[in-house]
């Protein structure tokens, strides 16, 4: 064999060996992109210096002067643009991360919904996850903010929950808990609460673990945790004073004040993402839970589990396996379709970073900027969801 | 396999060192751009090598000037605005109209000796610095603020100013709102990517008055939010105020605050790096004040070929070859002024008495009449 390999070797020509042109097309391709990529740098490069513009990253310490309309941290036009950048970044985070939170449980509850033997929910749940799938997202974000939320009651019509909130096209306003005197003692009550409330969860975990019982070992640390956050709350409020109040928004001159706020421009990208994405979510649930064999749920009314456990115990855990790929490829695109809050007006990283292109003419460096913040956003997510599917499968079995 | 991967991976630092290695000098190349901007005459030396030439192609046409890229397409890109009504808008029959318009218009008639060689390309305020950076656009003639940071970061040249503005706030009349004071505590609506959300911080922070901004990309999304009771106010150009405000559906429940934020000098602006251009723009700006200042009109412009006034005759063509030195024909001005009029004709074909805005003048007249309006001599 391996005689008869040497002379084969021999008697062909590199160029017209097969094992050779394979590396050697490939050597070719991967050079001509990257000497593509250069060329189109070089040319970035030397057009901004003919402009007089040259690349350059020093403008990020100037101060912005322009104002944001929120903020998750201190901002004035007296911060730098980086702070400004940052501000964007929080933002999205913000709006991201609550999204996905709600996306997900409004896509289960919509996608069981969709499975419902129900008729009249069965439908609502195909008409919602139709109409939503089938609307482009920017346009239904536009309907939002001009059609919805800007059409709310105007500050001085607000409509009001018995005082506790109110809803004006200027934000939504709630009743919110503010820190007072007591608050530096509770806080350390608080955590240690937490913390008692979690190490008896834990313990009952590992008591199920070992009878074979599960007990609801959430519940246990949560009946823990709130006994003891009362209980402690009195005696922060014997030891310092009353460690919170409650913040009632009212309106104090042109708008409301305390309480809690959210703006009408986040209100709409929020909404926007939560429902456009939950629809996907819907359907991607639903697929899973269709892909579980039928012998299981057979097999679990068997037992004796009732609609929910069969739902809650069997069924779920094992569609979770299918749901999982899909489900981060929609956080994903729920993550990078914040960027349209721009269109309602919410300053979020891409719109905080346009502003920043215009005023500071900066358009290489800040899109740079933005590509690798929405890259490393992605990157955390998918590394994320990889671990967690990972460990449901561990699970598993 | 690794081995493979190693290979790939030599050939290519190889390629990337190589590359490098030539991407230091990067000088040879301005000589040949330079011979391609300049005019006509020297063109012909450079065809005698017709080899470097095609090949250099794609990269030339950068080097080139605006002026022959702008002939070779047959038609100038102008950056416009289509919000703004009087100054620069899209009308129901798809054509633009307004004050800014009939300045592209008037280099068109310079360059082309036509009107309306011009392709429009909309632009709001936040997309006008990068299109004009990027080269989509020849010129921007969109109610833009001539300040330092755009004439130097943003690459910008800018022509002489064609309208005197300032920033001004509208409120609704039943809001009790009189002064900026009484803005304390207020939403203001306002466009991104302008001055005017720089002056409204400046202001508000000088003032010491809290505010919270309200931001959009477009005008129509800020007046619509403005309207719909978003917020208190809406802040921009008085100019575009008043013209925003024809467009309301209410118009008389709105007012302007007496009070002026900012200078806000709005004119043509060019790109970095090519002179000759920017002259041509600024000297067609010029020629509308030098003839108003001469009291030549689109009417009387034949008459007044005839007349022995040095600036005038050198103004349209008569005598000095003023075009020749732009780069252009020597009737460019006579064109302009023919086709599209002297500044008060196209002052007042678009913001004039007959018109809904009815604007005055005031700093926007010929420094005769104790304006701002001054050109520099025609010769
Ligand atoms: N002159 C200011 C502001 C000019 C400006 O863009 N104003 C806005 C507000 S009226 C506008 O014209 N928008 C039109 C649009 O969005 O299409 C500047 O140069 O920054």
Not at chain 2, 149 to 168: H, I, K, M, S, V
Request: proline share 5%; aromatic share 10%; with cysteine.
């Amino acid at each position: 064999m391996t005689t008869l390999k040497k002379s084969d070797h021999a008697a062909v020509p590199f160029w017209r060996d097969e094992r050779y042109l394979k590396i050697i097309i490939q050597v070719v391709v991967v050079v001509l992109v990257v000497l593509a990529a250069i060329y189109l740098v070089r040319n970035l490069l030397t057009g901004l210096e003919d402009l007089g513009i040259p690349l350059s990253f020093k403008f990020l310490g100037i101060e912005s002067q322009f104002d944001i309309g929120e903020s998750l941290i201190e901002y004035s036009r007296t911060s730098t643009y980086a702070r400004a950048l940052l501000v964007g970044i929080l933002n999205t985070i913000k709006v991201s991360f609550l999204g996905i939170v709600f996306a997900t449980i409004f896509g289960i509850i919509v996608g069981i919904a969709r499975l419902s033997k129900n008729w009249l929910i069965n439908k609502l749940a195909a008409i919602y996850v139709e109409a939503l799938r089938n609307i482009p997202l920017l346009v239904f974000l536009i309907f939002l903010s001009t059609s919805v939320f800007h059409k709310l009651p105007r500050v001085n019509e607000a409509l009001s929950a018995w005082g506790w909130a109110y809803l004006t096209n200027r934000g939504i306003y709630v009743v919110w808990p503010q820190p007072s005197a007591g608050w530096d003692v509770y806080k350390w009550f608080l955590l240690g609460s937490f913390i008692i409330g979690l190490i008896v969860a834990i313990i009952k975990y590992r008591e199920g673990v070992r009878t074979g019982r599960m007990p609801l070992y959430w519940l246990w640390g949560m009946v823990v945790f709130v006994v003891l956050a009362v209980v402690s709350w009195f005696i922060a409020l014997f030891i310092a004073g009353q460690p919170m109040y409650l913040d009632f928004p009212s309106l104090q001159g042109r708008n409301f004040k305390g309480g809690k706020s959210l703006t009408p421009e986040f209100m709409a990208i929020f909404t926007g993402l939560v429902v456009y994405t939950s629809a996907f979510i819907a359907e991607i649930v639903r697929a899973g839970i269709q892909a579980v064999s039928k012998g299981q749920r057979e097999a679990a009314t068997a037992l004796g589990l009732s609609g929910f456990q069969t739902m809650r115990l069997v069924i779920f855990p094992q569609a979770l396996r299918v749901i999982i790929p899909p489900m981060t490829s929609q956080y994903l695109n729920l993550t990078k379709n914040s960027s349209l809050a721009i269109a309602v007006g919410y300053p979020d990283l891409f719109a905080v970073g346009s502003t920043i292109i215009n005023q500071a003419g900066r358009a290489v460096e800040v899109i740079l900027i933005m590509m690798g913040v929405y890259l490393t956003f992605s990157l955390l997510t998918s590394l994320f969801m990889n671990w967690y599917n990972k460990h449901t499968r561990l699970v598993e079995r | 396999m690794s081995r493979k991967v190693l290979i790939v991976l030599l050939v290519l630092v190889i390629a990337a060192l190589a590359v490098a290695a030539c991407g230091g000098k990067q000088t040879p190349a301005p000589t040949e751009e330079a011979a391609a901007t300049q005019p006509p005459a020297a063109t012909e030396q450079t065809a005698a090598q017709p080899t470097e030439k095609p090949a250099e192609q794609p990269a030339a046409q950068e080097g080139e000037g605006t002026l022959a890229t702008v002939k070779a397409r047959g038609k100038i890109i102008c950056g416009v605005n289509q919000a703004v009504p009087g100054f620069g808008f899209l009308q129901p029959d798809g054509s633009f109209a307004g004050f800014d318009i009939d300045f592209c218009k008037a280099l068109s008639a310079a360059v082309f000796g036509s009107p309306d060689k011009v392709e429009y390309r909309p632009l709001n305020a936040k997309q006008r610095f990068t299109a004009l950076q990027s080269g989509e656009i020849d010129v921007l003639i969109r109610n833009t603020t001539w300040t330092l940071t755009r004439d130097t970061e943003l690459g910008a040249n800018f022509a002489p100013t064609t309208f005197y503005d300032g920033q001004g706030i509208m409120v609704r009349k039943d809001s009790g709102i009189k002064t900026l004071e009484d803005l304390q505590g207020a939403s203001i609506c306002v466009s991104s990517g302008t001055t005017t959300e720089l002056n409204l911080a400046d202001q508000m922070a000088a003032r010491g008055i809290e505010y919270t901004p309200v931001v959009f990309e477009t005008a129509d999304e800020t007046t619509g939010a403005y309207l719909d009771g978003r917020c208190d106010a809406y802040t921009t150009d008085k100019s575009g105020l008043v013209a925003r405000q024809s467009m309301f559906p209410n118009p008389e429940e709105h007012m302007i605050l007496d009070e002026t934020l900012s200078k806000e000098p709005l004119g043509p602006v060019v790109r970095h790096g090519d002179d000759q251009w920017f002259d041509i723009v600024k000297w067609m700006v010029f020629a509308t004040f030098q003839a108003e200042e001469s009291g030549v009109t689109s009417q009387n412009v034949d008459e007044m070929k005839n007349s022995d006034v040095p600036t005038i005759r050198k103004l349209l063509g008569v005598e000095g070859d003023m075009g020749q030195k732009l780069g252009l024909d020597n009737a460019w001005a006579y064109n302009i002024i023919k086709q599209v009029g002297n500044y008060a004709e196209i002052y007042d074909r678009n913001l004039g008495p007959d018109t809904v805005f009815n604007l005055p003048r005031g700093m926007n007249s010929s420094w005769k009449d104790g304006g701002l309006l001054y050109s520099p001599p025609f010769r």
